[in-house]
């Protein structure tokens, strides 16, 4: 099983500041690798696929970089609605998920 | 629009088994596979299998091989994944959601989430 490493675990920022979150493998998953954002009390929602695709009606400041094993999704002016956990999610070799996430308010 | 609409809340006994429905609409039920993804109290997400609703073939992830079953229902736009052997370690929220249109196995439209509960 591919085991999907995130740091840091909590990520403490202010609105407007830019944040980066990693996401390590443990062993390559080329590029099948996305990122999904997630609410207290809600659902997952994708923002990020194969790397660095953002999906259906993200925002700019949300991107995606990365291959092999490596990965960052960059947001790179905070929002007061992008305070929440983030996960990332592989596909190349079974399904996992990484740990997540917390970017909180500073 | 597309919507994807679980079923309420369950309370089980160790032992028993569970079934989730969850009811696609907004866009053509057969063209997108659909997902099981299950959150423990306060942990990370756990991929528990695909189904693909236009053929009925199903992929499980192996930790619940022998343990899950899910089926669908064309007639009504429902898929169902039903957990037997539950155990409280099972207590989660469970999310059906759909896989995205050229990349199945990425999710775009996620359920509500359904609470299940294992306790004596």
């Known amino acids: 099983e591919i085991v999907l490493t995130q740091s840091p675990a909590t990520l403490s920022l202010s609105p407007g500041e830019r944040a980066t979150l990693s996401c390590r493998a443990s062993?390559?998953?080329?590029?099948?690798l996305a990122w999904y954002q997630q609410k207290p009390g809600q659902a997952p929602s994708l923002l990020i696929y194969?790397?660095?695709n953002r999906a259906t009606g993200i925002p700019a400041r949300f991107s995606g970089s990365g291959s092999g094993t490596d990965f960052t999704l960059t947001i790179s002016s905070l929002e007061p609605e992008d305070f929440a956990v983030y996960y990332c999610?592989?596909?190349?070799?079974?399904?996992?998920f990484g740990g997540g996430t917390k970017v909180e308010i500073k | 629009q597309v919507q994807v609409v679980q079923s309420g809340a369950e309370v089980k006994k160790p032992g028993a088994s569970v079934k989730v429905s969850c009811k696609a609409s907004?866009?053509?039920?057969?063209?997108?596979?659909l997902h099981w993804v299950r959150q423990a109290p306060g942990q990370g997400l756990e991929w528990i299998g695909i189904?693909?609703?236009?053929?009925?073939?199903?992929s499980y992830a192996q930790k619940f091989q022998g343990r899950v079953t899910m089926t669908r229902d064309t007639s009504t736009s429902t898929v169902y994944m039903e957990l037997s052997s539950l155990r409280s370690e099972d207590t989660a929220v469970y999310y059906c959601?759909?896989?995205?249109?050229?990349?199945?196995?990425?999710?775009?439209?996620w359920g509500q989430g359904t609470q299940v509960t294992v306790s004596s």
């Open positions: 189904n693909n609703p236009g053929g009925g073939s199903t």
């Open positions: 959601a759909r896989g995205l249109s050229d990349y199945v196995y990425y999710f775009d439209f």
């Open positions: 907004g866009y053509t039920f057969s063209s997108y596979y």
């Open positions: 999610q592989q596909r190349s070799h079974g399904l996992t």
């Open positions: 062993q390559s998953v080329i590029t099948y």
């Open positions: 194969d790397a660095s």
